[in-house]
């Protein structure tokens, strides 16, 4: 796996450890609207997974779930953070699910933005990249002239966020060798069956905050009710007129839940 000082990272603030974790095919830009307003409360710590944004995306890597989240727990140790508060949308929501359930005592509370658990299927977005052939075909073809499109899938009001986010997420997916490295992201990833995620949410001690939005095309909102039954802790938002990435469409309610929610349970 690849080291983790030669992933990308921004740190801003003072205070309490909060890590923040992308989605897949995304980066830490997705937390370009949260990291100054939180880093007034917390130390914000917001890395590109491997495969992703500047971070390192060899093709040979091993992007399963559980490489990912051995790979996050060196990540923490080589930064010094022992205990932190974790946040994260879609697949960084169902990673920081893994490293809770892993080690308890090391993550202090969770908000999980739309978190990619509670699964039946890949998303269809991502779903040609995973197919043998024609996944080849895709990654060559998912240049950054795709994203408009794909943000379209993503925003429930889209217009207003596509010029800033397509300058944002574009630049990775101008080189070919890492649209490759994402289509081998998405060939890992892995379906859990539905009883195994109940199992793991049960397992969960941390208070949560389950953040979701109304109109979320990538994960459905049944999703958020379903996994807010197996988790009897969390506290549920379900945000009107907001799609797959609530940090991105509702930045300012969202950075207030966190603020307001994990206030009492972190400490430096």
Same mark, same amino acid.
């Given at each position: 796996m690849i080291h983790p000082r030669d992933w990308?990272? /921004?740190?801003?603030?003072?205070?309490?450890?909060?890590?923040?974790? &992308?989605?897949?095919?995304?980066?830490?830009?997705?937390?370009?609207?949260? +990291?100054?307003?939180?880093?007034? &409360?917390f130390r914000v710590i917001t890395p590109d997974l491997p495969g992703h944004g500047r971070?390192? @995306?060899?093709? /040979? @890597?091993?992007? +399963? %779930?559980?490489a990912l989240v051995r790979g996050l727990w060196d990540f923490l140790d080589w930064h010094g953070l022992d205990t932190v508060a974790l946040g994260g949308n879609s697949?960084?929501?169902?990673?920081?699910?893994?490293?809770?359930? /892993?080690?308890p005592a090391r993550v202090s509370a969770l908000a999980l933005l739309a978190p990619a658990a509670a699964l039946t299927r890949v998303p269809y977005a991502f779903w040609p990249l995973r197919l043998p052939v024609i996944g080849?075909? %895709?990654?060559?073809?998912l240049g950054p002239w795709l994203l408009?499109?794909?943000?379209?899938?993503?925003?429930?009001?889209?217009e207003r966020l596509i010029p800033e986010a397509v300058v944002g997420y574009a630049p990775p997916y101008k080189h070919l060798r890492r649209r490759?490295?994402?289509?081998?992201?998405? +060939?890992?990833?892995t379906i859990r069956p539905l009883a195994e995620i109940a199992a793991l949410l049960r397992d969960l001690?941390?208070? %949560?905050?389950?953040?979701?939005?109304?109109?979320?095309?990538?994960?459905?909102?049944a999703q958020g009710h379903w996994m807010a039954a197996?988790?009897?802790? %969390?506290e549920f938002h379900l945000l009107p007129e907001v799609g797959h990435a609530p940090q991105e469409e509702a930045p300012g309610l969202v950075n207030k839940i966190i603020i307001d929610f994990f206030a009492p349970f972190i400490k430096e």
């Open positions: 990308y990272v /921004e740190i801003a603030g003072q205070g309490p450890d909060l890590v923040l974790l &992308h989605g897949l095919g995304a980066s830490s830009f997705s937390w370009r609207h949260n +990291r100054a307003p939180l880093s007034r &409360h971070s390192p @995306a060899p093709l /040979e @890597a091993d992007y +399963r %779930a559980g697949l960084g929501g169902g990673l920081s699910l893994l490293l809770a359930r /892993e080690r080849a075909a %895709a990654a060559a073809l408009p499109w794909f943000m379209r899938l993503v925003y429930c009001h889209p490759l490295a994402l289509r081998q992201v998405c +060939r890992q990833l001690t941390q208070p %949560a905050a389950l953040i979701w939005g109304e109109q979320d095309r990538i994960l459905p909102p197996h988790l009897p802790q %969390a």
